[in-house]
């Protein structure tokens, strides 16, 4: 059985980093490219961006100079660090699985971000 | 920036056909998938590939393509079907997006 767990501060100060990880059971992280998605309080989904199993990753433009997306094989970890954040990054923070079909097959829980001083 | 747009909100009564559309141009080149999302959960992929059900969906859930739009189809709906649906894509430079969503209420 898949299963993947985001695990992160639930809080953040303005202008600090932000940094979560999302450790996966029953599946090679290596062998698989992984999502990071978000999701502010009563809002719709929005794409972050992909980590490619070949160690390549893409981002959404409107973040990419702001997040790095990282994978710790021997933890089973995947990670996600956003620089510079502010109150528009609070959000549940989801990872997922991208299958071989480009579906996101499994996803974490979330964790919720919020971002205050 | 890409953008998928479908209907905010769409309500049915049980037993008649929910469809819900999205558009964008560069569907006709590249997959679309359908998510389903209750309240305080992750969301569950119903359709992916355009057209392909995943094992464990319900058969009244398809997927159809035509053109610059793509369509979630959900025959017979039931009262558990009632969440927020979301199509997801991307443009041909690998830039993914998801539409705004649409809140399916069963009346």
């Known amino acids: 059985q898949v299963q993947l767990q985001e695990s992160g501060p639930g809080l953040v100060k303005p202008s600090e980093t932000l940094s979560l990880t999302c450790t996966v059971s029953?599946?090679?992280?290596?062998?698989?490219?992984w999502s990071w998605i978000r999701q502010p309080p009563g809002k719709g989904l929005e794409w972050i961006g992909h980590?490619?199993?070949?160690?390549?990753?893409n981002s959404a433009p409107s973040l990419k100079s702001r997040v790095t997306m990282s994978k710790d094989t021997s933890k089973r970890q995947v990670s996600l660090k956003m620089t510079s954040v502010t109150a528009a990054d609070t959000a549940v923070y989801y990872c997922?699985?991208?299958?071989?079909?480009?579906?996101?097959?499994?996803w974490g829980q979330g964790s919720l971000v919020s971002v205050s001083s | 920036s890409y953008e998928l747009t479908q209907p905010p909100s769409l309500s049915v009564s049980p037993g008649q056909t929910a469809t819900i559309n999205c558009s964008g141009d560069?569907?006709?080149?590249?997959?679309s998938y359908w998510y389903q999302q209750k309240p305080g959960q992750a969301p569950v992929l119903v359709i992916y590939?355009?057209?392909e059900r995943p094992s464990g969906i319900p058969e009244r859930f398809s997927g159809s393509s035509s053109g610059t739009t793509v369509t979630l189809t959900i025959t017979g709906v039931q009262a558990e079907d009632e969440a927020d649906y979301y199509c997801?894509?991307?443009?041909?430079?690998?830039?993914?997006?998801f539409g705004g969503g649409t809140k399916l209420t069963v009346l």
């Open positions: 560069a569907l006709p080149k590249i997959n």
């Open positions: 590939k355009d057209t």
């Open positions: 029953g599946a090679p992280i290596r062998s698989y490219s």
């Open positions: 997922a699985r991208i299958a071989g079909d480009g579906s996101y097959d499994y």
């Open positions: 980590l490619y199993f070949t160690g390549g990753s």
């Open positions: 997801h894509s991307s443009d041909t430079s690998d830039t993914w997006v």
